[in-house]
């Protein structure tokens, strides 16, 4: 049985399926890298590499609740299966230790739904974040670094969507998710919305209104297409071509769709996917995904208005000894 929940992508035995390599700490620099999109001859070799922890799934696994999870329906395949990117980068430590907290205290993810959680990077230059981004990968074994220089406009999601379909081509998706590190994703219920939804041609998120089109393209904040959406962009050297991958990343994806014809099954789950406001006070009980948690004190806003925890309050509770 494969782990059904958002947190179990957590554990090690999600990740270090066959189609993948297994990478020790020190191989880190030998690794990642995709063939260029530019030039279809080397598209044939178009092998990344996710990076595995190297610890045993039981230590990876956050914790025993999840397993529980997961061990109550042994048989049940998902209906389908959702890989979340968050783009962020290398530097980004605390922001990351908060976000995978996040992902890994949500509720688990519903039986219906396998979903996978990856961090997304560029190539990691630096000889200092390529260390540290090491540990990260080998403790957590949700690490996936791309062939391209570290950006936000400059054609990193353009190189993630691309990049995904021949990643996991062995064992495809059946829905690819794009979403920032300041997006709390609550993954229950966008299982709950891709559910009933096509498994094809699918681009969902928070519509942006533009003219008389509803929704030209979807906010940055987290979209979500189906595997043959993302195949098509990977597939599109157009879209490289006419070096139309700089520039706003969001606007952009929709650009692409609507010039392809792609992506004609829209949903904008606006106002469940939103930005939290400067006052932190318009947080809704049913939100799918909720964006511009910008600094510790909006992500645990978050994770009050959601009760994700108790709060700690006091030296009993701190420093209680079995
Ligand atoms: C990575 O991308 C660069 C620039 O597009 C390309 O020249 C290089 O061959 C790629 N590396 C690999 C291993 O595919
Ligand atoms: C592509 O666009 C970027 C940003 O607009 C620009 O800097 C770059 O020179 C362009 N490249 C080509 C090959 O036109
Ligand atoms: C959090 O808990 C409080 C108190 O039990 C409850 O009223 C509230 O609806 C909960 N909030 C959410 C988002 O579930
Ligand atoms: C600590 O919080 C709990 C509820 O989480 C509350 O019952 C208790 O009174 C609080 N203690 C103090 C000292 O504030």
Not at 107 to 125: E, G, K, N, S, T
Not at 132 to 157: F, P, Q, Y
């Amino acid at each position: 049985m494969k782990p059904t929940s958002s947190s179990s992508s957590f554990q090690a035995s999600t990740l270090c399926t066959p189609y993948l390599l297994l990478v020790p700490l020190g191989l880190l620099a030998a690794v990642l890298v995709l063939p260029s999109l530019g030039s279809s001859h080397v598209r044939s070799d178009g092998l990344g590499v996710v990076l595995c922890p190297v610890l045993p799934a039981t230590e990876a696994a956050a914790s025993g609740a999840e397993k529980k999870a997961d061990d109550a329906s042994p048989t049940t395949a998902p209906e389908f299966r959702l890989l979340v990117g968050v783009l962020t980068t290398p530097a980004r430590h605390e922001r990351r230790d908060i976000v995978r907290l996040a992902y890994a205290l949500q509720p688990p993810a519903p039986a219906y739904a396998h979903v996978d959680v990856r961090f997304v990077f560029c190539d990691v230059a630096d000889p200092t974040e390529r260390v540290l981004v090491s540990l990260e990968a080998a403790r957590h074994g949700d690490v996936l670094i791309l062939n391209c220089t570290e950006n936000m406009n400059d054609g990193k999601t353009h190189e993630y969507f691309s990049s995904v379909p021949r990643l996991f081509a062995a064992a495809p998706y059946d829905y690819v998710m794009k979403t920032d590190d300041d997006t709390y994703l609550r993954v229950a219920a966008m299982a709950e919305e891709l559910r009933p939804k096509p498994r094809r041609d699918v681009y969902l998120g928070h519509g942006f209104a533009v003219g008389d089109d509803p929704m030209p393209f979807m906010h940055g904040m987290g979209y979500v297409v189906s595997w043959d959406v993302a195949a098509w962009v990977s597939d599109n050297e157009d879209i490289l071509r006419h070096n139309d991958t700089h520039g706003p990343e969001d606007l952009l994806f929709g650009k692409w769709l609507g010039i392809g014809g792609r992506g004609k099954n829209r949903y904008s789950l606006k106002p469940r996917m939103y930005d939290l406001n400067w006052y932190m006070d318009n947080f809704r009980p049913d939100t799918v995904a909720v964006h511009m948690l910008k600094d510790n004190r909006r992500w645990a806003a978050a994770f009050r208005y959601f009760n994700v925890t108790q709060e700690v309050n006091s030296s009993s509770t701190l420093y209680h000894l079995p």
